[in-house]
């Protein structure tokens, strides 16, 4: 089976965020395998909402052999097992969250459909924070490829 890069952002601003953002890894380590590279937490102001709580945000790439949709549906499935009971895509509203998981990238492929488009245009161009994550995991995997 092939192996597919997924870039994807987490981030979360209720409970204990950095907490939170550990516990997602660990799901998804066990979900999909090795975490290939990720950064450092990023703490950083809410984005589109108004809230006193800031958000604790990490990117990160894993391999997988699932296609798009798949890895969508099981990231849905960690965010509901952590307690995430509504989804933007669906109620339009953005609003405090335990946790969120977003596809950036799937490998260079340009995908889009009613449930997920990658890449990820908002996170790609218009979110200060997501640029600073990307940029520093594009370091991190320059970094990683030298020494291997």
Not at 19 to 45: D, H, M, R, S, Y
Not at 110 to 139: A, D, V, W
């Amino acid at each position: 089976m092939s192996q597919h890069e997924v870039t994807l952002l987490l981030g979360s601003n209720l409970g204990n965020p950095e907490q939170n953002i550990n516990n997602a890894i660990a799901q998804l380590e066990a979900e999909f395998g090795t975490i290939v590279a990720k950064t450092q937490v990023l703490e950083t102001a809410p984005v589109e909402f108004v809230t006193r709580n800031y958000f604790c945000n990490i990117a990160l790439i894993i391999k997988t052999q699932y296609s798009p949709l798949q890895v969508l549906r099981k990231i849905k499935e960690i965010e509901h097992r952590m307690g995430r009971t509504t989804d933007t895509s669906v109620s339009v509203d953005y609003q405090d969250r335990i946790i969120d998981i977003d596809v950036v990238f799937f490998d260079a492929i340009k995908y889009y459909c009613r449930e997920l488009g990658i890449p990820h245009e908002k996170h790609q161009h218009e979110r200060e924070f997501s640029r600073t994550l990307l940029n520093g995991l594009m370091r991190e995997k320059a970094v990683e490829v030298k020494t291997n």
